[in-house]
């Protein structure tokens, strides 16, 4: 076989493999609308071209509950209808995941319905997705709803809807929301209570638009083996990624280091964030209020190396840890909610010569902000003992290009 037809071969093969890979989802009369079900607000009937809707009030949609979709194939999303009425309003196609409920962070928008009786044939890529990231994402796709229109009456039939990929079609995303847990240590004073609002936290979560989440320490009061597994067990009914920080009562008892270490992994690391050119570094203040002198200067060695690397790739840097610099002045007693002072120093230099935006803490058990050479720092709300008697619950931060938001969200 001579080497142009080799070449032949493994071009129809990976073209093979690609078609199948990102084989196009179609609901048309050959495929069947069957999986779609349960009209609100409208009565569904298939005629000789697809599926008629008539309208009956507001909000009219079905929905199929029978998908198994991996949103990382399919950026484009087609469809072809026909309408009659006064319909005015723009149309949804919902979405949503294992344990999520519809909701307005998960759509991608639809244009408003032409009612001239004609066939339309409309193309929407992920421009459209009210919040992108929440489409691609967080697992795959197990629900569909769609909405002809938001309100307004008459008829609407669809013949077609196709999700397909396209490569012109690959989105970047500039917008970061992230979400901040401060604390859960459950078992500091009522284990139940503790326990049910950091499950409180992961269900609201879920069902936010928030692309990853951060821990700044402290996972349980007591941290063994078998607390460790509890929490893992409960942290695993998280649909995002999580990026653990390790706190004093993770790593200072007695041989907890190692065992929390087989649980989590190391305690300082650097990671991409999924969007805006970010990149998260998490470090172990444990090391810098009583170092351990070998690991100590490995992370003082890897802190130094992440920070002229995102740099030099033009990443803006997040910091994670656990105890804050200082609480409420870089000037402040050292005491043990805060970093000694000649750490405190070093670190205070360093930061000075970085694209460094947010730096995220725990360990205090209350909620404060402030900004200090133009970096955000925050301690986040607690699910555990609150000291400052403020909500329980955990921050939500949208980092969109200089601009840094972020609201509380509370559980009960």
């Keep these: 076989m001579d080497q142009s037809t080799m070449k032949k071969i493994i071009l129809s093969i990976l073209s093979v493999a690609c078609m199948n890979i990102f084989a196009d989802i179609v609901w048309n009369k050959t495929t069947g609308f069957d999986a779609w079900t349960n009209p609100l607000n409208c009565t569904i009937s298939p005629t000789d071209d697809g599926l008629l809707f008539t309208i009956k009030a507001n909000n009219p949609c079905v929905a199929n509950r029978s998908v198994d979709i ?57 421009e459209v997705l009210a919040k992108p990231w929440t489409w691609f994402n967080g697992g795959n796709i197990k629900s569909l709803r769609f909405d002809p229109t938001y309100t307004g009456e008459g008829t609407y039939e669809l013949r077609k809807m196709k999700l397909s990929y396209q490569e012109n079609a690959a989105m970047k995303f500039d917008t970061l929301v992230l979400a901040q847990l401060s604390d859960p240590q459950i078992g500091f004073k009522d284990y139940d209570a503790e326990m049910d609002r950091f499950r409180q936290e992961i269900n609201k979560l879920n069902n936010s638009d928030c692309q990853a989440v951060v821990i700044c320490g402290d996972m349980m009061h007591i941290t063994n083996r078998e607390t460790l597994t509890v929490f893992k067990k409960e942290l695993s009914r998280l649909k995002l990624p999580v990026y653990i920080v390790a706190g004093n009562h993770d790593v200072a008892q007695k041989n907890s280091r190692p065992i929390f270490e087989e649980f989590f992994g190391p305690t300082f690391y650097a990671v991409d964030m999924p969007s805006g050119g970010y990149r998260l570094i998490v470090l172990d203040t444990e090391l810098w209020q009583h170092p351990i002198e070998a690991l100590t200067a490995k992370m003082d060695d890897f802190f130094q190396k992440e920070l002229d690397a995102a740099k030099n790739a033009n990443k803006k840097i997040i910091i994670a840890t656990h105890a804050p610099i200082f609480i409420e002045s870089p000037d402040e007693k050292e005491e043990y909610f805060n970093l000694p002072k000649s750490r405190r120093k070093w670190l205070q230099d ?4 970085y694209p460094v935006v947010a730096f995220l803490t725990g360990h205090t058990h209350t909620a404060f902000t402030y900004q200090w050479n133009g970096i955000l720092f925050s301690s986040a709300e607690t699910t555990s003992v609150s000291f400052d008697k403020v909500t329980y619950g955990f921050r939500r931060f949208v980092f969109d290009h200089d601009l840094i938001r972020y609201n509380t969200v509370p559980v009960k």
């Design 70 to 126: 991996d949103p990382n194939q399919y950026n484009t999303l087609t469809y072809t209808y026909r309408a009659t009425g006064p319909i005015k309003h723009h149309g949804h196609l919902f979405y949503a995941k294992e344990g999520q409920g519809f909701s307005d962070y998960r759509l991608w928008k639809l244009p408003v319905p032409k009612t001239d009786g004609e066939w339309h044939t409309v193309t929407v890529t992920g």
């Design 350 to 353: 360093k930061l000075k010569q």
